[in-house]
């Protein structure tokens, strides 16, 4: 079972539905891992954590290029779909640029002359922790300066392909970080609040998550603030409302001391372990596992 938790942007409470679904899920024994995919500005140790089981480096090539073998014809530069090679023939000069190289592997096959070979670049870091005997914490860190954290989100992933049941704290926004994340997913939690703002986020990841035929259902949390626009149209599209958590004191709270709801106050606990099993009932029913 693989939990996106995911949101439109920034700051809607996407972190604390993740690690308070994980918190539930190992509480009812379930073999479980936490991957933190906000590679850009991970925070989910702040919540959950535990004893370090192993880091990784991840690595990504990128092109060296040969001077003495190098015919300045220009074939590199022009299968470089990001720009990351400068090459001017008349006057002789080639250079990569290293942060905008994506590994994609193109300028190699370009080159008749065999003037490229490659080196390995560190991008980013995994690090693996132990919160109990049965529960993992995955954090996808990306280097500082690094163009894009999908290669260290896709490995992050990976990292966690064993465990029974996974998931994914996913990047805010719906550009390729987002989609990385998502697309590894078989249900998406998508969090929102009920503001205008809220609305027009929530609609941007709902037409991108359509668009790759993924499940998903909403929690809006903040509840009381704002106005009906995104219960209407959760009403009206028939998008399913899977929780809302209010806009309240105590759980501001018990937030800002880096704690989880679901363990500090038990209400929490009973609609995060509600929630775990309404998300475990939809997958099983939508591939067929259970009528
Ligand atoms: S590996 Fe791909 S992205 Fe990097 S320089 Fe070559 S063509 Fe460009
Ligand atoms: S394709 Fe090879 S030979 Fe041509 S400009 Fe690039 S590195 Fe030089």
Redesign the pocket.
Known sequence: MRVAVASGKGGTGKTLVSTNLFWAAQKAGQEVSIIDCDAEEPNVVEFVSGEEISTKLVKQ???VIDTNLCTYCNK?RE????N??ICLPPVKFIQ?IEE?????????V?CEAKA?SEKDKTIGKISEKGYNMHARVIEGCTEVGVFSSVPVIKESIKQAANAPCAIFDSPPGISCPFIATVESSDFVVLVTEPTHFGLNDLLLSVETLEYLGKPFGVIINRAGIGNSDVYNWLKNNKVPLLMEIPFDREIARVYSEGKLIAEELPLYATLFSQLMNTIEKTIKQQSGYIQ
């Open positions: 090539k990128i092109p590199c299968y470089c779909n990001y990351a090679i990569v905008l190289c994506h590994d994609c592997g193109a300028c190699f370009a490229i």
